[in-house]
């Protein structure tokens, strides 16, 4: 539908019907990634991002339709722009949409006001609001259709964020009669572009299985692509041929993904959507990782990091930074990408997304084990924590073999003959083991005291003599520990 038609016809209506239609036609053209037109339609009504609409002489149903349209434009072309507090404009936009829904006793919009509202959440990277606000505007929209499949879509988006892919799995299967009604093409596509992308991480999670989910991952995004071709959605289709290049990316298949890649970026590059080129670039970093290209990987992940740190994007620049981090670790850049990987984390956590956190956690103790073991053991712990409740078999399996890793660090390596004698059970001789323990804390305080015999015994809160008697007497393997022996030579005129 052009915006000239809608011109042509507007002198046939009244105020209230040109602003529904306007709306009405506004998100008609977002749903197919035309971000200009949206805006035109939406004229003389709304001019510009970062402005509050006109809604004076409106019913204020109507006025409450425009403030939520304006919201999700603003939410969605503020993203695309990188106008700074975009998604706090939309946020009181459409919190001032559903107080006028809720003037009127419409408690249906109210819903799908909310269901907006928490998307906008969701682009800030504040998953607990989101999926709340999401959950609780279901209850409300029990009756099938549209309004209810766009919420559950979301829904399924917020929880693949958040790692919990099984969750993720069962709103999609659980709803597929649901989805499989609905007529309109964009929605559609995004069902099968969302199960895609839980497919590929379950082929992550069970590696028996892992080519049987990624083939049937990619018959999903075929069928996506079919229904955004027909929805007209370039910007969609320049998803799909992201998640298609990230899928033969893990099939080993680097040329094809760049392939797809390529042309993902020059549909982006069409509607000019700066925040979905980003996450293209990021992934075509990924595919040069695995091509050991690390120094165009490490250009292209910081470009692609630049962009989202000023959309405000925060999800997906940690991914960027983790990305980043790796190919700087792999030029050897160990201090500069020592920092990556904790503004990774840093930035997750501003967010609540506690398994980006333990990702970047895990993926520093696997590119930098030369770290001092006391940085690689605290990293290990907020690992473990983070991602505790991870349901990815790939991470688990990451994760032990980072705790032994920082073992071997911590500790020296230990062949199996050795720990599988030291966790046998044994007899304890007590005097021999209090014998080990006084030998370790002296070992101990002589290190900290640089072999300064006065500095250690001062440590351990004894004197000097009591020390040095117990070495010569009990630890004779610590005398090259302390400080050389000076005897005070005798005074004169002593007998």
């Known amino acids: 539908m052009k915006t000239t038609s809608l011109k042509l016809n507007a002198g046939h209506l009244t105020a209230n019907e040109e602003a529904l239609r306007r709306c009405e036609v506004g998100l008609a053209l977002k749903d197919r990634g035309d971000y200009d037109g949206a805006q035109k339609a939406m004229r003389p009504l709304w001019r510009r991002a970062g402005e509050r609409p006109e809604t004076k002489g409106l019913h204020p149903s109507v006025a409450a339709e425009v403030l939520l349209s304006v919201g999700v434009l603003t939410g969605w072309t503020g993203s695309r722009n990188e106008l700074e507090g975009a998604q706090e404009l939309a946020k009181n936009l459409i919190t001032e949409s559903i107080i006028y829904f809720e003037s009127v006793g419409d408690f249906k919009r109210v819903a799908s006001a909310q269901v907006e509202l928490a998307y906008c959440y969701w682009r800030d990277g504040e998953l607990n609001e989101a999926r709340i606000m999401l959950s609780k505007a279901l209850q409300q929209l029990t009756s099938e259709g549209s309004t209810r499949a766009n919420a559950l879509l979301k829904l399924t988006t917020v929880e693949i964020s958040a790692g919990r892919y099984k969750v993720a799995l069962g709103i999609l299967d659980d709803n597929a009669p649901l989805f499989q009604k609905i007529t309109n093409h ?6 099968h572009n969302e199960l895609a992308i839980v497919l590929r991480h379950f082929a992550k999670s069970e590696p028996l299985n892992k080519d049987d989910h990624l083939q049937r991952a990619l018959s999903q995004l075929m069928k996506a692509d079919h229904h955004f071709q027909l929805a007209k959605n370039k910007l969609l289709r320049s998803c799909v041929n ?20 390529e042309e993902a970026r020059r549909l982006s590059l069409i509607i000019r959507d700066k925040v979905r080129t980003a996450q293209i670039d990021e992934t075509r970093a990924q595919v040069l990782i695995a091509q050991r290209k690390y120094k165009d990987a490490e250009a292209l992940a910081k470009r692609a990091a630049s962009v989202l740190e000023r959309s405000g994007q925060k999800c997906l620049l940690a991914d960027a930074l983790i990305t980043r981090g790796i190919a700087q670790a792999r030029l050897k850049q160990t201090q500069r990408a020592q920092f990556i990987f904790q503004e990774a984390i840093e930035v997750a956590q501003q967010v609540g997304a506690q398994n980006k956190a333990g990702l970047a956690a895990l993926t520093l103790i696997e590119e930098l084990g030369e770290l001092p073991g006391e940085t690689l053991t605290a990293a290990y ?42 966790i046998r059970n044994k007899t304890c001789h007590l005097q021999t083991e209090v014998l080990k ?19 250690a015994a001062s440590l351990l809160k004894m004197s000097y003599q009591a020390l040095a008697y117990i070495i010569e007497s009990r630890h004779k393997d610590l005398m090259d520990k302390r400080s050389p022996i000076h005897r005070r030579r005798p005074r004169k005129g002593a007998a």
């Open 437 to 455: 323990f006084e030998e370790s804390l002296i070992r101990q305080a002589l290190a900290q005291a640089d072999g300064r015999l006065t500095r």
């Open 242 to 261: 992201n998640n298609v290049g990230m899928i033969l990316l893990n099939l080993s298949r680097y040329k094809e993904a760049q392939k797809y890649l």
């Open 381 to 422: 712990d907020r690992a473990s924590e983070w991602l505790a409740t991870s349901q990815c078999q790939d991470v688990l399996l990451r994760l032990n073999n980072a705790g032994r890793k920082v073992l071997a660090t911590s500790l020296g390596e230990v062949n199996s003959r050795d720990a599988t004698h030291a």
């Open 186 to 191: 964009t929605t559609r596509g995004n069902y």
